[in-house]
């Protein structure tokens, strides 16, 4: 049999991690498990699931449509406070944005002012203004 090569020799890697992986947290691999065939079953099923949620939701981002975040049943209070705290940091982001949108105003206003301690500064001495 050829050596793959190319995405399959990619593939054939991950593959190879995974089974890696399955040893340490299972310790046996896949064909030496001896969970009945419908437990197979089922597990390949939820996968394909996990899968399709998986290429529907890139789909959505390469077509651009928004994808609506759903609050999750059973959040946990520490998942709430979570929630909580990003609002506010959101909330303080705006906030601060709209103040930085101020600035150029702000700047002009301080230049003027300074413009007119020079003067005073130039009166009091009793020079010509800077």
Known sequence: MNQATGIEALVCADIARRQELGVRKYGQTVAANPLPLRAWLQHGYEEALD???????????IDGQAVPLEPVA??????QAISRLLDAQAEEIKRLRAEVASWPGLYKGMEAERDALRAEVARLKGGASE
């Open 74 to 79: 059973g959040r946990t209070e520490a998942s």
């Open 51 to 61: 899968l399709a949620v998986y290429l529907r939701r890139s789909m959505a981002e």
